[in-house]
């Protein structure tokens, strides 16, 4: 606890944090914290896990307390936006477990439920406002949400906004805003989009940044089993059964996927539920709920749950499927070994995902450990140790050389030559203009070899005919006449 009172936090957020059970604030806490009450603009690149809510949440309210809430009506002093349901209301709800000792309403908005009880909470006036992009610029519009006196911009999970394609509704929030205020943005990764959407935002931002290797933490046990893609599911009845797991998320690639997996589960009499974006927001967050409670041991979840899940019990995280991008790979195995606990990380990798899986250690910097000790083990998935790497994400494909680049400009130059000037031996090569698409039409070639052949000849016959009329001309012209010429007349 002298962590984070060496932060310079106030004693209502120590107490707050005390009764969370925080012991010692993370690396980011640790950096982020300081540089947000010195009133600094922050620039962060963290994965989920990191206890990054925890980082601009406390400083947040600590700000807000220490300027006081102004005379009249609330109004909205910061803004938090989230690119997910399930992470705005986790947003909210640590909003609500770190600030319960001060007098600070806050709201969380998303789309997908009824709007009037969100408007009924807004008309009352709140402090806090998270929500996501789409719900937040529908109420904009309908005039029940005022940003002019936001004094606080929260960006969370940057990378995942613009993957979802909000970056067009985040410039239109951006508009909105008042321009003294102090930013932050949050990013799992930072490409050159995310690096150009907060050059255009934040004011002389201070970066911090959690490397890969410190984000796998050493108390989740990493583990990955080759196996074929149809034994798949036994093996992971087998684990459910054998370890007893009673808290666990399985991670899959498709919606349907996830579906289908919870009937096989059930079979097996082994309780699961589903959560991805095709269902209701009403069934994803009861889904959670019964999560949460216990109820439900076992949660089947796409990606879009990955950054949205804070359930501190969660013993197990099977990668059932490997991510496409390897980032995701620590989103996921960040849902356990959370509050100082240790958890498990299995991953399922089968004849089609060694590339992912040596990625994903290309990322991290570290082998992950083999267990081949089960029934369903499977050679012939076990990758190479430095594969070629795919030319795009689905390792289908040949990767191109350099060579192949120089041949192919050269080859373009040589057919680039002029108009005209390689058609008569392209032509006189396959038998006159044969288009690409119809080289492989059986008599394609022959019909217009004698197309052009024919048209050739006609048009001989049609030069022969106009030399011999100009000849039978001159002819007549040159002839002389039956009664002679005019000299001869003459004489």
Known sequence: MEGFRSLGLYDDLLDAINDEGYEEPTPVQEQAIPLLLEGQDVLGVAQTGTGKTAAFALPVLQIMARRGRPSGRRMIRALILSPTRELAAQIGERFGAYGKHMDVRHHVIFGGVNQNPQVKALKKGIDVLVATPGRLLDLIQQR??????????????????????????????????????????????????????????????????????????????????????????????????????????????????????????????????????????????????????????????????????????????????????????????????????????????????GFKLREIERLTGERIEVEEDHPFHFEEAVPPMKPARPHNRFGSGRRKRSGDKRQNRHQKSRNHKGRGQNNRSQQNRTGGNRSKSHRGQKGHGQKNFREKNSNHNNSNQKNQTQKNRSQNHRGRKGQKRPGGSKRDAHQ
């Open 144 to 353: 029940h949400i005022d940003l002019k006196a936001v004094e606080f911009f929260v960006l969370d999970e940057a990378d995942r906004m613009l993957d979802m394609g909000f970056i067009h509704d985040i410039k239109r929030v951006l508009k909105l805003l008042p321009n003294k205020r102090q930013n932050l943005l949050f990013s799992a990764t930072m490409p050159r989009s995310i690096s150009k959407l907060a050059d255009s935002f934040l004011n002389n931002a201070v970066r911090i940044e959690m490397t890969p290797d410190e984000l796998t933490v050493e108390s989740v046990e990493q583990r990955v089993m080759f196996v074929q893609t149809k034994n798949k599911k036994h093996l992971l009845t087998q684990i459910i059964k054998d370890h007893d797991v009673n808290c666990a998320i399985v991670f899959i690639r498709m919606k349907h996927s996830a579906d289908r997996l919870v009937k096989e589960l059930k079979k097996f009499g082994i309780k699961a539920v589903a959560i991805h974006g095709n269902k209701t927001q009403a069934a994803r967050t009861r889904a959670l709920d019964d999560f949460r409670r216990g109820k439900t041991p076992i949660l089947v979840a796409t990606d879009i749950a990955s950054r949205g899940i804070d359930v501190n019990d969660v013993t197990h995280v099977f990668n059932f499927d490997l991510p496409d991008e390897p980032e995701a790979y620590v989103h996921r195995i960040g849902r356990t070994a959370r509050a100082g606990k240790s958890g498990v990380a299995l991953a399922f990798c089968d004849e089609t995902e």
